[in-house]
């Protein structure tokens, strides 16, 4: 009934009291996934796109992403503003990508973050983020993992400007043996798809 409604644009009001109400209980759930399937049919005020974005933190996995993905449909700028908050869903975060939302500023600021580097690292090497990668891949103050990250971005981005980055990390024995190696390493693999990629 409530997929019905969306289709023909009614009970705009109802869908969204189902969307909102009982949103801790778990046999509800079906009810308000439905209801946000519907709602994504209708044409949407600024209000209820507030509302929308509040769901983007449900606990219902279904409507976060149904949520994101309105959100992202009808505001692409706010759900980039917003692409922070989503880093621990991927489900969210796959979702924003599909639709195009600018998601590198956001990549670029966490890049140093050991917990998230892995979900925007290819964000960051298609948005060719080579000054940003290498500024954490030469900071001695990260950890060495999120340095080797930033070092395998380098590599995949496979440009004059990042293979002179890694030469640069690679002949500087005070970074360490383990990212010395990973850097000369990365030139490599660089030198390599550069090669590829001309053929």
Known sequence: MAWAA??????????????????????YSDVRTAAISAISHLK??????????????????GVRVAAADILAREDATRAGEQAADYLSDRAIYRRLLARDVEILPIAQKQADHAHYQAIVLPQLVDGDATDRLAEVAGNKDLPDGTRLGAIEGLSRIASAAARKHLVKIGKDDSGGEEICKAAWRGLRRSKRISAKKSS
């Open 44 to 61: 949407l005020t600024k209000t209820d796109l507030k509302t929308i974005e509040q769901c983007t933190g449900d606990s219902n996995a």
């Open 6 to 27: 969306g289709r023909a644009e009614v009970a705009k009001a109802e869908l969204f009291a189902l969307l909102t109400s009982h949103q801790q209980q778990i046999r």
